[in-house]
């Protein structure tokens, strides 16, 4: 009786420290690496975890991406959820400027595939892996794919919107003041006053990204004799709006009398121009070719009209 009131008593002591204390005999599964660096150009990196002991994978990120998500047998999983999986399976991370895949392959392995990363700045997230008591944070960044370069831009010259004599733009403060007793001679150039309004404008906003900003001009269209044609004119292949310098070196010469100030108004007028745009790059390394297509805007001065006024310049 006293023994199996004493095997009874061990039992239960023992029940009690399992119950009470079971994450203790829970494996650390988490693994010696806590950030990761890969190379945007493409690459891959296996994420090697101390043990198998682990359900969930989660990603979080700030950069909006699209992404899907397939189990096992590859085959993609339609229930609407954040980029989250649970076993094995795989996230697949695609838009327009970045692509990457992160893969549980083996209990302990999960591996990260980058396709490309070409926006102009690094790409980070967090890959974040749990069980049910206890979870890990990798931070992983992928840097900036090497910049592309241009190698042709076509234009739409049959098929194109033109609005000539669009809008009329007014200036004044041209003067000349002819303080002699005679007449004098004053010779200015109208479309200096005036600039070229030009932009172009992606259908993907961050495609300007895959060259950068700085150095690269490109050929673009004008009118010439009622005619969208290739002219010669160049201008910076950047998003932002642009002011050209007119190309016209038109003078006009005015005599003005003695003694008299002549203060001008100039109206000047634009023709609107849109054309549809298609660039063709690739990259110097991985010799990936892409295609970016967008509108070229052009508001362009034409023809000009003037007036003046005179201010006696007598004492």
């Not at 101390?50 to 085959?75: G, V």
């Not at 592309?148 to 403060?173: C, F, H, Q, W």
């Not at 490109?218 to 950047?238: C, H, Q, T, W």
């Amino acid at each position: 009786m006293k023994r199996f009131l004493y095997l009874t008593v061990c039992f239960f002591i023992l029940g009690k420290f399992y119950g009470c204390n079971g994450d203790v005999f829970v494996d650390d599964f988490r693994s010696s690496d806590s950030e990761l660096t890969l190379d945007g150009n493409g690459d891959v990196a296996t994420i090697q975890f101390a043990a198998a002991n682990w359900d969930w994978m989660y990603i979080a990120f700030d950069f909006p991406i699209q992404y899907k998500i397939y189990d096992a047998d590859n085959r993609l999983i339609t229930t609407d959820q954040g980029p989250s999986l649970n076993g094995f399976g795989k996230i697949v991370c695609t838009g327009e400027m970045i692509d990457f895949t992160i893969e549980r392959v083996h209990p302990k392995e999960v591996k990260i595939t980058v396709g490309e990363n070409a926006l102009s700045a690094p790409f980070q997230f967090q890959l974040r892996a749990s069980n049910e008591y206890e979870w890990q944070e990798i931070r992983v960044e992928i840097s900036p794919t090497d910049r592309y370069v241009m190698d042709s831009i076509t234009y739409s010259l049959n098929a194109y919107s033109y609005n000539p004599e669009n809008r009329t733009e007014r200036k004044e403060g041209v003067s000349f003041h002819n303080f002699t007793d005679v007449f004098s001679t004053y010779t200015f150039s109208p479309f200096e006053s005036f600039y070229h309004f030009m932009r172009f404008k992606s259908d993907v906003p961050e495609a300007f990204q895959l060259l950068g900003e700085a150095g690269l001009t490109v050929e673009i269209p004008s009118m010439k004799d009622g005619y969208l044609g290739m002219n010669g004119k160049r201008a910076p292949f950047i998003s932002a709006q642009q002011m050209l310098p007119c190309s016209s070196t038109e003078q006009e010469e005015d005599i003005i009398p003695p003694r008299t100030a002549r203060i001008y108004t100039l109206w000047m007028v634009y023709d609107w121009l849109e054309t549809r745009y298609t660039l063709y790059v690739s990259h110097p390394k991985t010799k990936k070719q892409r295609i970016v297509s967008g509108t070229l805007h052009s508001e362009m001065p034409v023809k000009y009209h003037i007036t003046h006024r005179d201010v006696s310049l007598k004492n």
